[in-house]
Structure formats: C-alpha cells, structure tokens
C-alpha cells in the first residue's frame, strides 16, 4: 500500500512518528486509529508481556479497534524510531478521498489475513476430524465455528443443526460451562472438568471437558476450543460402586447386631412344651434374631419419637432381608399404648403410614403371659375385599420399661407354605423375657 500513496502529497497531514519507548496506545483505550507501519519497529505487549512485533513496512496495527470500534486489547510501544499513517476513523471518508486506491489496497491486505485465518481454520478443521476426542470450537462471540466427527456422535447433533449457534446451548447447564470458560479467560486452568448434555437418543451422558482459549498474534481473544470425553459409563459405575459401597457399611453393621444378637439370644428362646420340626425351628430363630436386631436399631428412635429415624430402620432392615427367610408383608412399630408410632410394608404400592395413629388396643393378644411375644390375628382392606394378617409382636423392653412393640405382619399362606407354621404354632412359641 506505501507505494502506492507514497508520493501523493496528501500523505504528510496523516504521518506520525514516536521516538523510541514512547507508547502508540494503551491496552484499554478507547482510541480507534488504524495504522501503517512506514519505518521502525514495534512491540504488541499484553500488561509488560512481549507478544508480537511489528517490524515490516507497510503492515497494519490497531486495525481491530478500528474496524469494531472495540477499546484496544494490547499496547504498541516503539522499540525504535517509528514513522507510520494514521488513519483517524473519524476521518475516513477525508482519507479515501485524499488515496482514492487505498480502499482497494486496504481490502486486498485485510483478505489476505483473513485467507490466511480461513486456511489455519480448514487445516484444525482437518486435523479435529482425525482427533478421538469431541472437539467444538467457538468464535469471540460464542458461536460454535467448528464440530468435528467425534463430537457429532457425542452431542448426538449435526452441523446444520449448531453451527454458528451458541456453545453453551448443547450443555444441560450453560451457566456451569459459561463459568468455565470465564475461568479459563481469566488464565485457571481448565482439565477434565464435569459437565452433562441432553443427548437426543441416550438422555444425560457426562463429559470430561477441558478447555483452551484461542488468542490471535496480538493476543486478542478469538474463542474457546473445547474438548471432551464421554465418562458416562464411569460415573454410572462409580455411583453403582457408592450405593454398594454404603449397603455393605449398613449390611455390615446389620451381620454385627446380627451376630451379637446370636450370641445373647438363648436368654429369650426356650424349647416349646412340645417338639418342633426343624423349619419351625429355623424360622423362629429368624424371627428371634430379627426381633433383636430391629429391638437395637429402633429403640432409641422410640423413646425419642423420631418417626424419621424408626422409618430409616425399618427401610435399611429390609434392604438386607433374604425374602424367601421369612414371609414378612410388613413391620408396625407401636407404643406403650399400642398406637401405631410407624408402619412399612415390604411391597411398594402399599401405603402402611396410613396405620400410623391407629389402635391395636382392640385386637386381642394371645400367648403365653410370661412369653416376650403375643400373637394376633387382624383384617386388611385389599383391593376386592380384606385380607387375614397373621402377626407376631414383641414387646420392646428397656430397663423393665415397657417402649412399644415390634410387629411383624406375616402371610399366613407362605408361612404355612414354606415353614409349615400355623397361628397355634406361633402361639405355643415361648420367648423369655429377661
């Protein structure tokens, strides 16, 4: 371009010259001169950080702010003598008519940077579609510019659906990704960060996502490259191996009442007064092992009257029970006065807190007076009808203290079926009382 308006004698109003050190402009003024680089040499510093030079005659600087009326985004120092043009952008109009070429020449030199940009973009474009990894890129604005293969098939979309659409909108949170961008502008680094997306056929899938953030020669900031990991199926392992990880602390904790429970239980079981089989055998030493193991985990809960805590045991009891060992519909927590304090039915679709508040006081309790257990036989509203509800409760006792009563709510034909116990059975069972 200096050759051509060089020897145009309407070039002299519009040549400047800075003595060396001497600043062009500021990083963060609101100048919007574009200039053109006549002799000398200068710096592009970011705060005192070198990051480009300009050193060839006829070269552009400035011309951001001048074409996007934006505050400058770098300073320019002389590290020489500098000679270069200046054109005001409040003076246009007066410089093209003073260099009728130089709207050709300007044009020509900001097409040739922007085809050089077109042709980096093509080749990354290139080389992301090698990449094993989902790689999106996005302009200054946001926008995504660039969706390789990968990425494609991750974010279940296709270019014509997100091309030049905001990034952020193909995550579930866009505020979450909008942090992590600011993050990484501000110069954190950003490495396999969790974010999720909406995939259109597999639903939420988790992403392992780093960013970079692009900056062109003058360190201006262009947009964001992004690249993430599909981690769905390690964090679906990873909370299955949680949820395992804390039903074996509860189981754990449960096999060591359980097996203290074993230990001290012969104070509450004598032999009936007649021969039992050895299934009748077998599960009244379930239910006595149960009866202690829930006796330990509720009793605190009862003298409280923390329903919460009782519920919580109730539901962690029956996420350990085997459910061909006892036939159990369900366990109701009573009283002293045998109100029902809680209720749970082992099959979902039964709603037992609507017991809670109700009386036992009316049905009878039958057994051996000095035994710790009473049984009972009661009548449930099920679809169609009622349904007999054979129960065995047992009195929960603390320091001769009487708290409540543990009831478990049986089903008279699996108990038969599988244990070949009646309700006489349970009746002539003797559990002693310490």
Known sequence: MLDKIADNPNLAKYVVNFKKGENVFLEGDQTQEMYVLVSGKLNILKGEQVISQVVQPGAFFGEMSFLLGSNRTATVRAVTDVEAVCIPQDKISDFLKDFPEAPHEISRLLAKRLDRTSQVLFGLKELTDRLPDAVVISDGAGNITAFNREAGKLYGK???QVGNTPAEDIYEDSEAYRGLVAKARAGTTVTEAPLTIPHPIDGVRHLALSLSVLYDAQHNFQGVLAVARDVTGAVKNRRRLNRLRNWLFISLGLLVVSGAAAL????YVLESHRQLSQHKIEFRNVIAKDYVLLKSLLSKHLAAGNQKGTSKQIVRFFEVQDPAAAPYRGIVILDPEKRVFDALWAQE????????????EHLPFRGDEDSLHKVLVAY???????SQSLEIAFEILDKGRVLGWIVFVLDPELLKERHGI???DLEGMHFKRR
Do not use: I
């Not at 679709?349 to 036992?360: E, T």
């Not at 449930?380 to 009622?386: L, T, Y």
């Open 349 to 360: 679709g039964h709603d037992a807190k609507k017991l809670v508040g109700s009386s036992y």
């Open 264 to 267: 001290v239980f012969s104070p």
């Open 422 to 424: 009646g309700q006489e």
């Open 158 to 160: 296709d270019w014509n």
């Open 380 to 386: 449930r509203k099920v679809a169609g009808g009622s």
